[in-house]
């Protein structure tokens, strides 16, 4: 099983102001057809998860350019330039090259 | 636009048994692996079962194995999950899900 471990658990970050996310595989998760199977979400209170960022850097549809997404083999990041007061959520990664594992999950909160 | 709608979900007892449907719309069913994900309350995302595209391979986590059962039917554009042996472990909201997209959840609670 591929196992993801995503850090920091909580951020605290002035709206403005950068933040970052990090999310380690046991596995590599560049598949043979080329493409790097990560995921970033985005869980605001009381809603499903929405997508955020595919295959590790590319943003779906109407997602701002102020998140990007990053990375290669088993070593990933989520960053926002700037945060804003409705990016509060919960952000999770989530590896597909073996069928679905996810991140524990990272808070944040607006300072 | 993409809609996967759940539902089935309520109180049940344990060692009873749920069954959840997913209907989709806005797009091509039967192009599409599907998954359910669940996630217990206050608590982060759990993948539970997958199915292919034809329904002819099925996966689930460890922790259902043997008591979920997921299906589809192609031509009803639904995807379901039989829920057998529950037990309060089981508690969460049950989501059907793409990669790219998820429905709103329905929320299974097991307890006497």
């Known amino acids: 099983d591929v196992v993801v471990t995503q850090t920091p658990l909580s951020l605290s970050v002035t709206p403005g102001q950068p933040a970052s996310i990090s999310c380690k595989t046991s596995?590599?998760?560049?598949?043979?057809?080329?493409?790097?199977?990560l995921y970033w979400y985005l869980q605001k209170p009381g809603q499903s998860p929405q997508l955020l960022i595919y295959e590790t850097s590319n943003r779906f549809s109407g997602v701002p350019d102020r998140f990007i997404g990053s990375g290669s083999g088993t070593d990933f990041t989520l960053k926002i330039s700037r945060v804003e007061a409705e990016d509060v959520g919960v952000y999770y990664c989530m590896q597909s090259i073996q069928l679905y594992t996810f991140g524990q999950g990272t808070k944040l909160e607006i300072k | 636009q993409v809609q996967l709608v759940e539902s089935g979900g309520g109180v049940v007892q344990p060692g009873r048994s749920l069954r959840l449907s997913c209907a989709a719309s806005?797009?091509?069913?039967?192009?599409?692996?599907m998954h359910w994900v669940r996630q217990a309350p206050g608590k982060g995302l759990e993948w539970v079962a997958a199915?292919?595209?034809?329904?002819?391979?099925?996966y689930s986590a460890d922790s259902v194995k043997g008591r979920f059962t997921i299906s589809r039917d192609n031509a009803k554009n639904t995807l379901y999950l039989e829920m057998n042996s529950l037990r309060g472990e089981d508690t969460a909201v049950y989501y059907c899900?793409?990669?790219?997209?998820w429905g709103q959840g329905t929320l299974v609670t097991v307890s006497s």
């Open positions: 199915i292919s595209t034809d329904g002819t391979n099925r």
């Open positions: 596995q590599s998760l560049l598949h043979s057809d080329g493409k790097t199977y």
């Open positions: 899900a793409r990669v790219f997209y």
């Open positions: 806005g797009f091509t069913f039967s192009n599409h692996a």
